[in-house]
């Protein structure tokens, strides 16, 4: 199964690992047949998985500058992305926010 997955968030930090940690591919590294522990696997990030994250400048607690930043992925994946989208053409976070607002009203 192909990973094929376009993410955006906030800037929360955890959110990378998050991503990196579930979607990630496992790398190996070869015995080197040196004395000691041998080095432990990482997780990879699959090529075509993209992820961006959108930073707010607030000044006074307005928002007065977004900007995106991608993580993972290039600008170019992230533009066709969009426009493969149906659903919206830029990057936000309105979808998760409104999720977001949903659970929490629903879980008062």
């Known amino acids: 199964m192909e990973n094929n997955f376009y993410f955006t968030s906030d800037e929360l930090e955890h959110y990378v690992t998050a991503i990196r940690e579930e979607y990630g591919i496992e790398k190996r590294f070869p015995k080197t047949g040196k004395r000691g522990r041998p080095r432990k696997p990482i997780k990879v990030v699959p090529p075509n998985l993209v992820y961006s994250q959108v930073h707010k400048t607030r000044k006074k607690g307005r928002v007065v500058k977004i900007e ?6 290039t600008e170019q994946q992230v533009k066709e992305k969009l426009d493969q989208s149906s659903v919206s053409n830029s ?7 409104r999720n977001n607002l949903t659970l929490r009203q629903k879980n008062g």
């Open 68 to 73: 995106k930043k991608v993580i993972f992925g």
């Open 91 to 97: 990057v936000n976070t309105s979808f998760i926010e």
